[in-house]
């Protein structure tokens, strides 16, 4: 009879234990995942900020600034990642732009945001650029406004 408890108490004390590591595992991977979702906000801000300034030099600008690399399976985004050389998909950029608007800004922002990106990424703005990198630039302008229209 005693040894019957022992067991019991011994199986609770167990699942307790369990139940305690459990409850510890999703509270650091909540924390994981906030801390992801700042960064990303924090990335995208840098990205704006980069941007802001090369567009005050557009007629001088020999690189576009990128944002962060996000991974994508998607094959027809590693396509057109690899041949414009660019770091950027529409996946990856929705996921930097959403941890941004959740931390810091409202959804109204969002749809201004996304109009006014189509009309500075416009290739047309970087007709000035040195000729020996406008093509390239055009095209990874048209890129980045093709998805900009993209995201929602």
Same mark, same amino acid.
């Given at each position: 009879?005693?040894?019957?408890?022992?067991?019991?108490?011994?199986?609770?004390?167990?699942?307790?234990?369990?139940?305690?590591?459990?409850?510890?595992?999703?509270?650091?991977?909540?924390?994981?995942?906030?801390?992801?979702?700042?960064?990303?906000?924090?990335? $995208?801000?840098?990205?704006?900020?980069?941007?802001?300034?090369?567009?005050?030099?557009?007629?001088?600008?020999?690189?576009?600034?990128?944002?962060?690399?996000?991974?994508?399976?998607?094959?027809?985004?590693?396509?057109?990642?690899?041949?414009?050389?660019?770091? $950027?998909?529409?996946?990856?950029?929705?996921?930097?732009?959403?941890?941004?608007?959740?931390?810091?800004?409202?959804?109204?922002?969002?749809?201004? $945001?996304?109009?006014?990106?189509?009309?500075?990424?416009?290739?047309?703005? $970087?007709?000035?650029?040195?000729?020996?990198?406008?093509?390239?630039?055009?095209?990874?302008?048209?890129?980045?406004?093709?998805?900009?229209?993209?995201?929602?």
């Amino acid at each position: 009879m005693e040894a019957k408890k022992r067991l019991e108490t011994q199986k609770k004390v167990r699942e307790e234990m369990e139940a305690k590591k459990k409850l510890e595992r999703q509270d650091a991977e909540e924390k994981a995942r906030k801390a992801e979702m700042i960064t990303d906000a924090d990335d $995208f801000k840098l990205w704006m900020l980069k941007t802001e300034l090369a567009m005050c030099q557009r007629d001088h600008i020999r690189t576009i600034p990128q944002p962060k690399a996000i991974a994508c399976n998607d094959p027809v985004c590693k396509d057109t990642m690899g041949a414009l050389r660019v770091s $950027f998909c529409r996946h990856g950029m929705q996921k930097l732009l959403n941890a941004y608007v959740k931390i810091h800004k409202s959804e109204d922002w969002k749809e201004r $945001f996304l109009c006014e990106q189509k009309r500075v990424w416009h290739p047309d703005r $970087f007709t000035r650029c040195p000729e020996d990198v406008r093509s390239h630039i055009q095209q990874v302008a048209e890129e980045l406004m093709k998805v900009m229209a993209e995201l929602k």
